[in-house]
T-cell receptor, first 113, second 112 residues
Framework: IAGITQAPTSQILAAGRRMTLRCTQDMRHNAMYWYRQDLGLGLRLIHYSNTAGTTGKGEVPDGYSVSRANTDDFPLTLASAVPSQTSVYFC????????????FGPGTRLTVL | KQEVTQIPAALSVPEGENLVLNCSFTDSAIYNLQWFRQDPGKGLTSLLLIQSSQREQTSGRLNASLDKSSGRSTLYIAASQPGDSATYLCAVIKAAGNKLTFGGGTRVLVKP
Protein backbone atom coordinates (compact mmCIF):
# COMPACT_ATOMS: atom_id res chain seq x y z
CA ILE A 1 0.00 0.00 0.00
CA ALA A 2 1.57 3.29 -1.11
CA GLY A 3 -0.59 5.63 0.98
CA ILE A 4 -0.17 9.08 -0.57
CA THR A 5 2.07 9.79 -3.53
CA GLN A 6 3.05 13.21 -4.82
CA ALA A 7 4.71 14.22 -8.06
CA PRO A 8 7.07 15.71 -8.90
CA THR A 9 9.46 15.35 -5.97
CA SER A 10 10.98 18.71 -6.80
CA GLN A 11 10.68 21.30 -9.53
CA ILE A 12 12.32 24.55 -10.55
CA LEU A 13 9.92 26.80 -12.41
CA ALA A 14 10.18 30.15 -14.15
CA ALA A 15 7.86 32.87 -12.88
CA GLY A 16 4.70 33.15 -14.94
CA ARG A 17 4.59 29.47 -15.87
CA ARG A 18 1.69 27.19 -15.10
CA MET A 19 2.35 24.17 -12.88
CA THR A 20 0.24 21.30 -11.57
CA LEU A 21 1.31 19.33 -8.52
CA ARG A 22 -0.15 15.87 -8.43
CA CYS A 23 -1.45 13.95 -5.42
CA THR A 24 -2.92 10.46 -5.33
CA GLN A 25 -4.06 8.40 -2.36
CA ASP A 26 -5.06 4.73 -2.26
CA MET A 27 -6.71 4.68 1.17
CA ARG A 28 -10.19 5.62 -0.15
CA HIS A 29 -10.21 8.61 2.19
CA ASN A 30 -13.01 11.09 1.62
CA ALA A 31 -11.10 14.24 2.55
CA MET A 32 -7.92 15.60 1.00
CA TYR A 33 -5.84 18.68 1.72
CA TRP A 34 -2.99 20.78 0.35
CA TYR A 35 -0.57 22.53 2.71
CA ARG A 36 2.51 24.61 2.16
CA GLN A 37 5.39 24.65 4.63
CA ASP A 38 7.64 27.67 4.93
CA LEU A 39 10.44 28.38 7.38
CA GLY A 40 9.15 30.51 10.22
CA LEU A 41 5.52 30.22 9.08
CA GLY A 42 4.93 26.53 9.64
CA LEU A 43 2.30 24.53 7.76
CA ARG A 44 -0.63 26.42 6.28
CA LEU A 45 -3.70 25.03 4.56
CA ILE A 46 -4.16 26.09 0.93
CA HIS A 47 -7.27 24.19 -0.21
CA TYR A 48 -9.21 21.17 0.91
CA SER A 49 -11.87 18.79 -0.33
CA ASN A 50 -14.27 16.95 1.98
CA THR A 51 -15.48 14.62 -0.76
CA ALA A 52 -15.18 14.09 -4.50
CA GLY A 53 -16.78 16.93 -6.40
CA THR A 54 -16.39 19.53 -3.62
CA THR A 55 -13.53 21.86 -2.70
CA GLY A 56 -12.97 24.66 -0.21
CA LYS A 57 -10.50 27.44 0.51
CA GLY A 58 -8.01 27.22 3.32
CA GLU A 59 -5.87 29.87 4.96
CA VAL A 60 -3.74 30.86 1.92
CA PRO A 61 -5.70 30.02 -1.27
CA ASP A 62 -4.74 32.98 -3.50
CA GLY A 63 -2.84 31.96 -6.64
CA TYR A 64 -3.84 28.30 -6.34
CA SER A 65 -6.70 26.20 -7.62
CA VAL A 66 -7.75 22.60 -7.04
CA SER A 67 -10.15 20.06 -8.46
CA ARG A 68 -11.51 16.78 -7.13
CA ALA A 69 -12.91 14.74 -9.99
CA ASN A 70 -12.62 11.43 -8.09
CA THR A 71 -11.81 10.09 -4.64
CA ASP A 72 -8.16 9.29 -5.27
CA ASP A 73 -6.73 12.40 -6.98
CA PHE A 74 -6.42 15.99 -5.80
CA PRO A 75 -4.21 18.11 -8.11
CA LEU A 76 -3.04 21.60 -7.13
CA THR A 77 -2.53 24.11 -9.93
CA LEU A 78 -0.53 27.32 -9.93
CA ALA A 79 -1.92 29.24 -12.90
CA SER A 80 0.94 31.76 -13.11
CA ALA A 81 3.71 31.01 -10.63
CA VAL A 82 5.34 33.79 -8.59
CA PRO A 83 8.53 33.62 -6.47
CA SER A 84 6.50 33.84 -3.23
CA GLN A 85 5.08 30.42 -4.10
CA THR A 86 8.51 28.88 -3.56
CA SER A 87 7.78 26.37 -0.81
CA VAL A 88 7.41 22.73 0.10
CA TYR A 89 3.93 21.47 -0.70
CA PHE A 90 2.32 18.60 1.18
CA CYS A 91 -0.81 16.71 0.25
CA UNK A 92 -2.74 14.94 3.01
CA UNK A 93 -5.88 12.86 3.37
CA UNK A 94 -8.21 11.73 6.12
CA UNK A 95 -11.27 9.62 6.60
CA UNK A 96 -14.25 11.82 7.50
CA UNK A 97 -15.35 9.23 10.01
CA UNK A 98 -14.79 9.39 13.74
CA UNK A 99 -11.09 9.98 14.18
CA UNK A 100 -10.22 12.37 11.30
CA UNK A 101 -6.57 11.32 11.53
CA UNK A 102 -4.59 12.95 8.71
CA UNK A 103 -1.88 11.22 6.71
CA PHE A 104 0.68 13.12 4.67
CA GLY A 105 2.51 12.58 1.41
CA PRO A 106 6.28 13.02 1.00
CA GLY A 107 6.02 16.55 -0.36
CA THR A 108 7.00 18.50 -3.47
CA ARG A 109 9.77 21.08 -3.22
CA LEU A 110 8.95 23.91 -5.63
CA THR A 111 11.28 26.78 -6.50
CA VAL A 112 9.94 29.67 -8.58
CA LEU A 113 12.61 31.89 -10.10
CA LYS B 1 -8.83 32.12 15.69
CA GLN B 2 -7.11 29.01 16.99
CA GLU B 3 -3.42 29.43 17.77
CA VAL B 4 -1.12 26.52 18.56
CA THR B 5 2.21 27.07 20.28
CA GLN B 6 5.09 24.70 20.90
CA ILE B 7 7.79 25.67 23.35
CA PRO B 8 10.72 25.23 23.24
CA ALA B 9 11.44 25.55 19.53
CA ALA B 10 14.52 23.35 19.94
CA LEU B 11 15.68 20.84 22.51
CA SER B 12 18.90 18.84 22.93
CA VAL B 13 19.20 15.90 25.33
CA PRO B 14 21.66 13.06 25.95
CA GLU B 15 20.65 9.59 24.86
CA GLY B 16 18.55 7.74 27.43
CA GLU B 17 16.92 10.83 28.89
CA ASN B 18 13.13 11.15 28.74
CA LEU B 19 11.78 13.79 26.35
CA VAL B 20 8.90 16.09 27.27
CA LEU B 21 7.41 18.14 24.44
CA ASN B 22 4.75 20.75 25.07
CA CYS B 23 1.86 21.98 22.95
CA SER B 24 -0.68 24.64 23.91
CA PHE B 25 -3.77 25.86 22.06
CA THR B 26 -5.99 28.88 22.63
CA ASP B 27 -9.45 27.50 21.80
CA SER B 28 -10.45 24.47 23.87
CA ALA B 29 -13.29 23.55 21.47
CA ILE B 30 -11.22 20.95 19.65
CA TYR B 31 -12.28 17.66 18.08
CA ASN B 32 -8.90 15.97 18.33
CA LEU B 33 -5.17 16.64 18.63
CA GLN B 34 -2.54 14.93 16.53
CA TRP B 35 1.22 14.61 17.06
CA PHE B 36 3.52 14.25 14.06
CA ARG B 37 7.18 13.60 13.46
CA GLN B 38 9.05 15.21 10.55
CA ASP B 39 12.55 14.23 9.50
CA PRO B 40 14.62 16.76 7.51
CA GLY B 41 13.43 16.97 3.90
CA LYS B 42 10.63 14.47 4.51
CA GLY B 43 6.89 14.45 4.99
CA LEU B 44 4.97 14.23 8.26
CA THR B 45 4.45 10.90 10.00
CA SER B 46 1.47 10.62 12.31
CA LEU B 47 2.54 9.45 15.78
CA LEU B 48 -0.53 9.69 17.98
CA LEU B 49 -4.04 11.04 17.79
CA ILE B 50 -6.01 11.95 20.91
CA GLN B 51 -9.72 12.50 20.58
CA SER B 52 -11.27 15.27 22.67
CA SER B 53 -12.97 12.74 24.97
CA GLN B 54 -9.65 11.05 25.78
CA ARG B 55 -7.00 12.05 28.31
CA GLU B 56 -4.05 10.17 26.82
CA GLN B 57 -2.80 7.81 24.13
CA THR B 58 0.18 5.48 24.19
CA SER B 59 2.23 3.81 21.50
CA GLY B 60 5.42 2.04 22.51
CA ARG B 61 7.78 4.59 24.10
CA LEU B 62 5.42 7.44 23.23
CA ASN B 63 2.69 8.78 25.46
CA ALA B 64 0.60 11.84 24.74
CA SER B 65 -1.71 13.52 27.24
CA LEU B 66 -4.48 16.02 26.63
CA ASP B 67 -5.97 18.58 29.01
CA LYS B 68 -8.63 20.34 26.97
CA SER B 69 -9.73 22.72 29.70
CA SER B 70 -6.26 24.19 30.07
CA GLY B 71 -5.47 23.96 26.35
CA ARG B 72 -2.42 21.74 26.72
CA SER B 73 -0.99 18.52 25.38
CA THR B 74 2.30 16.88 26.27
CA LEU B 75 4.20 14.26 24.30
CA TYR B 76 6.50 12.06 26.38
CA ILE B 77 9.19 9.95 24.73
CA ALA B 78 10.78 7.51 27.14
CA ALA B 79 14.45 6.54 27.03
CA SER B 80 15.33 8.72 24.05
CA GLN B 81 17.52 7.38 21.24
CA PRO B 82 19.53 9.19 18.54
CA GLY B 83 16.93 7.96 16.04
CA ASP B 84 14.34 10.09 17.85
CA SER B 85 16.08 13.21 16.53
CA ALA B 86 13.51 15.01 14.39
CA THR B 87 11.01 17.85 14.49
CA TYR B 88 7.82 17.11 16.38
CA LEU B 89 4.65 18.97 15.46
CA CYS B 90 1.29 19.08 17.17
CA ALA B 91 -1.92 20.06 15.42
CA VAL B 92 -5.54 20.43 16.46
CA ILE B 93 -8.82 20.05 14.63
CA LYS B 94 -11.60 22.34 15.78
CA ALA B 95 -14.92 20.88 16.75
CA ALA B 96 -16.82 22.19 13.75
CA GLY B 97 -14.51 21.11 10.96
CA ASN B 98 -11.70 18.87 9.81
CA LYS B 99 -8.89 21.32 9.13
CA LEU B 100 -5.68 21.07 11.13
CA THR B 101 -4.05 24.06 12.79
CA PHE B 102 -0.35 23.39 13.38
CA GLY B 103 2.12 24.52 15.98
CA GLY B 104 5.56 25.66 14.90
CA GLY B 105 7.21 22.43 16.01
CA THR B 106 9.99 21.46 18.42
CA ARG B 107 13.29 20.38 16.86
CA VAL B 108 14.80 17.59 18.96
CA LEU B 109 18.40 16.42 18.96
CA VAL B 110 19.30 13.31 20.95
CA LYS B 111 23.06 13.13 21.42
CA PRO B 112 24.71 9.69 21.62
Amino acid sequence: IAGITQAPTSQILAAGRRMTLRCTQDMRHNAMYWYRQDLGLGLRLIHYSNTAGTTGKGEVPDGYSVSRANTDDFPLTLASAVPSQTSVYFCASSDTGRALEQFFGPGTRLTVL
Amino acid sequence: KQEVTQIPAALSVPEGENLVLNCSFTDSAIYNLQWFRQDPGKGLTSLLLIQSSQREQTSGRLNASLDKSSGRSTLYIAASQPGDSATYLCAVIKAAGNKLTFGGGTRVLVKP
